[in-house]
């Protein structure tokens, strides 16, 4: 089974996008599960995981009844204030929707690059930890530090970055960013989207100027860590569902049949417990 392990739903009118502005043409409008259901077949996906792109329980809502609409939207990656007094209280009401299968904070958003060793945020994750959700990381490479000594200090809650955690391609961005996502693989609970590179390396981007970043990740995580996803409708700042899909099909062209699988799906549906 394909799995794209990484793809947004949004609608408008809903009105809590704060990020969602008209300046970003490609991206300001209504993003429909239709819209994408075409999408796959062409692809040859089976199925998604969505994930959060509003800081809000509403949107997480939202998401659930789309999953449960539609069974091809195999998990849903939500979000909830983790750092509130209630947090473990949310997120196990949340875990009794089918269908979460984690939680994301905007960590890229918060201030404080170390938001994730705060003590406030034990009873949450101790909550995501029992009930068997995912971590996902939205980080910049500045991140990565601390993100390695979060999931030290959490060995039973898995975690995935998103995006590779964003290095900036289009910058040349790599040696910090390389050590940085070398350390968070050291720890086993930590997984790697292969996801959302396009963005960062520009409009004028090559399957060259991605592969050092892709060889890189596969080599720290290896290919039972590694889960392909398209950051739809995102990557469409910067190229389109199929030709990034076939960047990714190119990169694993040298895997064995089991690697290939594992990567474009069976990876996502056992991390996310689907």
Partial sequence: MKIDSHQHFWKLERGDYRWLTPD???????????????????????????????DSEAETEYLLSLSDAHDWIRGVVGWTDL???????????LARRRGLAGIRPMIQDIAD?????????????EAMIGAGLVFDALVFPRHLGYL????????????????????????????????????????????CKLSGLVTEAGANWTAEDLRPYMSYARDIFGFERLLFGSDWPVVNLASSYGDWLGVARDFLCDASEAEVSAVMGGNALEVYGL
Avoid at 86 to 93: K, S
Avoid at 117 to 123: C, F, I, M, N, T
Avoid at 148 to 163: I, S, T
């Fill in 83 to 93: 750092a509130a007094p209630d947090a473990g209280d949310a997120v196990a009401r």
């Fill in 148 to 191: 390695r000594e979060f999931a030290v200090r959490y060995p039973g809650l898995r975690v995935v970055v998103d995006h590779c955690a964003k290095p900036r391609i289009g910058g040349g961005e790599f040696e910090s960013w390389s050590a940085g996502l070398a350390a968070a693989a050291r720890s086993e609970n930590v997984f």
């Fill in 113 to 125: 690059d170390a938001w994730m060793l705060g003590g406030s945020l034990g009873g949450g994750i």
């Fill in 24 to 54: 970003l043409e490609v991206l300001y409008r209504d993003h429909s599960p239709g819209e994408l259901r075409n999408i796959l077949d062409r692809a040859g996906i089976d199925g998604t995981i969505a994930v959060q792109a509003a």
